[in-house]
């Protein structure tokens, strides 16, 4: 695990396209002089193998005799820098044109393009962080909401690496204590007091069930809380859709325009990430609720966590009838949360609504058209989203890969406590404790971790970090 | 001119969307005091307006209490700096959340997003720079050749500035020998040697001429070299386009992926841009080339520099008849260089080739969709593209700003030769050498430049530069 090639590698650490500045990153025993040896300061002679580490320095990128560009170039030096080696960031004009002649320069001076991930692996091959730091980084960089970057930030910080290394701590005082029974094995003697071992593996379990239990929070915090839209093709939805992504629009405005269109059905409201589920045409073919489960709008709202129920205020629907199909579908999926919306109230006088609140006490009237009430549905939203959980400092656990070790140390230690209970043998015990502690050990990467866990860590990221 | 804001800008700098990392940009008096606010370095208290230029910091950056990412600020002080001013860089990582969530933090605390091109303004504005200089700023970022990528950075460095200033120079000697009789033109004196005087100023005019020659072939690398394809529209048109286009990919492979598809007919070979222009269906509705003249694909060809009569060996075509249309072509654009190329060589033996060329020495042989002989092609678009030029050292106009105004001071001068020879009187004279003064004073800004001039120039950079 410890030896990993010492090559220079070489990466765009922008986004692709055109700038003012991009940065190209280097790192490797070799970075800072294979860049020194085509830089030329704008400062007399200036040997960049010999500056302070931390320093920028200002000149001309050269190729022989011909200048690729005036750059900015920023010296670190092994191990302070982010990956633990040599590292250069030059700061080059944002032109396409200009990254690539940079990287073609050095690529064909001995350095090579970097791999996803490739900076960051080298930082936890080099201890700058653990294995669930160097996975925060993907995400704090995928982050699209205050939510799940809040998450991110505070794994990337280290808060639930600190966490983890309580479990274990604890978790190791106890394994040498059964160890040193199995040392003495043959003179039958029982160090451990059961009494407080048992105390001390069911406070382990506990602990380890609050964070896997954070794990629905945090997953749907990071890909987005699913919301289903139910209703008659012309009830409004896309309109609705429409104005609760232009208020999104609004906030991120010029910065994130253009990567939004892909995803236009992600909405952050008031930080947390909604992710809403097409439901088109629930009653294109049927009148009955009974035969919506035949339909892929069934799949749908089966993803969904919320159900948003859209009236078609112009409808002019029988209430009573409307009541009654909220309720079969609260019926058949009890544990959703189901919003009934009546939209379009710029089409029936104020006193229809109230009819309508009559029967649906929950409802929500709106007009997307005319904008109005849309704060009540993003309160609601809000609400439901149970932002409360998020302002605590509570560790939540958001990497499905963290999930499945938690669960597996989360089984090990029962198997510890049940054996405890039937006064199992130390031996016994020992196997499922070290089972647990390797499976704490693998969300930081303390343990060894096999390359092909590393890589698959790391071809999630973004080449360049 | 020299009061401007001093207020504190701030912008993404690196291209928006997601990546690596992002850079951050403020600049003002208090950059860097406002930076140090919400700065909490990595280790121990520091103060960033303490620190020396040009160094880099490790940190958190807080809103309050909250983390909002972990970044590097790079500082640089006053006049040391890209703006002259007090300027900060902080690399975060590169979610569009955190940008925005980083910008919105300063601008809740007084600073303001720039226009485009604001930092650059202040550079001029604090000398950092003259305008011709900033304005190579944006050429080199949207440079996308090495042809127009070359003379931007020669003229960002000053190549051009050096030229003018010497011809400013010079006649800024001739000029205070015209005023000083001026002074004293009571006394009817004549100081100023009228033969040396002619021929200092036609040495003017004939350098400025060769500085205005130059702008067609600087226009023509700056915006791709203009290339209509003429051809029977199944003559594989489309299909030599991708190749060309395919083998251009190739080489700025992953890098310029993403901006590529928008300008698909722009194609890069060996350094020289080309511009292909649609002129689809060139013989659709008739068999006379006399009959191009009324449809869109004349104009088209109007456009071009070069032509590419594109033939379909597959045709079995009349070759005396093509030959006739070719010169047909070549007699109404006797300016434009017209290469015949035989497509479809996949689809007839290679004698028939022969026969071909014989009548069209010129011709170049391919089968694009076999991608075979296209190197013959590109090797001909180089040649055409009179790469020579471009590898000496010669200034090369590719601003139409600075073309107007070496127009204007080209005109001027003219004046003052043609006065010169009809003994006008010095007032007379010293009127059109101050108007070409200020003409060249205009391009690098020499002389008072208005707001409206600089906005226009300054607002079609991208913001953060």
Chains 1, 2 share one sequence.
Not at 26 to 38: E, F, M, Q, R, T
Not at 71 to 82: A, D, E, G, Q, T
Not at 94 to 113: D, M, P, T, W
Not at 372 to 395: D, F, P
């Amino acid at each position: 695990m410890q030896e990993f090639n010492k090559d220079t590698i070489i990466a765009l650490a922008t986004p692709s396209g055109v700038g003012a500045i991009a940065i190209i990153r280097l790192s490797g025993d070799k970075a800072i002089a294979l860049v020194n040896n085509h830089f030329q300061s704008k400062f007399g002679d200036k040997d960049l193998t010999k500056v302070a580490s931390h320093t920028l320095h200002l000149g001309n990128l050269m190729d022989n005799d011909k200048v690729i560009d005036e750059v900015l170039v920023s010296v670190f030096k092994n191990p302070n820098s982010y990956t633990g080696e040599n590292l250069v960031e030059i700061n080059c004009h944002g032109s396409v044109y200009i990254q690539q002649e940079i990287i073609q320069l050095f690529i064909r001076n001995g350095a090579r393009q970097a791999d996803g991930g490739e900076f960051t692996l080298r930082a936890f091959l080099h201890g700058k962080m653990d294995l669930s730091q160097a996975e925060a980084v993907a995400d704090v960089i995928s982050s699209n909401s205050a939510s799940s970057h809040q998450i991110a930030i505070q794994q990337m910080r280290g808060g639930f690496s600190k966490e983890l290394f309580t479990l274990r701590q604890q978790l190791l005082d106890f394994a040498s204590l059964i160890e040193l029974e199995l040392d003495f094995s043959e003179e039958d003697l029982t160090f451990a007091d059961r009494t407080q071992l048992r105390k001390l593996i069911d406070q382990l379990i506990s602990q380890v069930k609050t964070l896997l239990d954070s794990f629905s929070l945090g997953n749907v915090f990071k890909n987005g809380i699913p919301v289903a839209i139910v209703g008659a093709p012309n009830a409004g939805k896309s309109t609705l859709l429409n104005v609760l992504l232009n208020d999104d629009k609004a906030i991120v405005s010029e910065i994130a325009g253009t990567t939004r269109d892909a995803i236009e059905d992600d909405i952050t409201i008031n930080g947390v990430l909604f992710r809403f589920i097409d439901t088109a045409g629930i009653r294109d073919t049927t009148d009955t609720v009974e035969r919506i489960g035949i339909t892929k709008t069934f799949e749908n709202i089966e993803k969904a966590q919320l159900i948003l129920y859209l009236i078609d205020a112009g409808s002019q629907q029988n209430t009573t009838t409307l009541q009654k199909e909220i309720l079969q579908i609260q019926e058949q999926y009890p544990h959703k949360k189901i919003i009934p919306i009546l939209n379009k109230t710029d089409l029936i006088p104020y006193h229809q609504i109230s009819t309508y609140k009559v029967l649906l006490p929950d409802l929500i009237s709106l007009s997307a058209k005319d904008k109005r009430g849309i704060h009540l549905l993003t309160e609601a939203l809000s609400q439901l989203a149970n932002l409360g959980v998020l302002s605590s400092n509570q560790t939540i656990v958001s990497n499905s890969r963290h999930y499945e070790a938690l669960t597996n140390a989360h089984t090990a230690l029962q198997e510890v406590s049940e054996g405890l209970y039937k006064n199992l043998p130390s031996d016994l015990l020992a196997i499922d404790i070290r089972e647990s502690l390797r499976q704490l050990g693998s969300i930081t990467g303390d343990f060894d971790v096999d390359r092909d866990l590393l890589g698959n860590i790391f071809q999630n990221f973004c080449v360049g970090k």
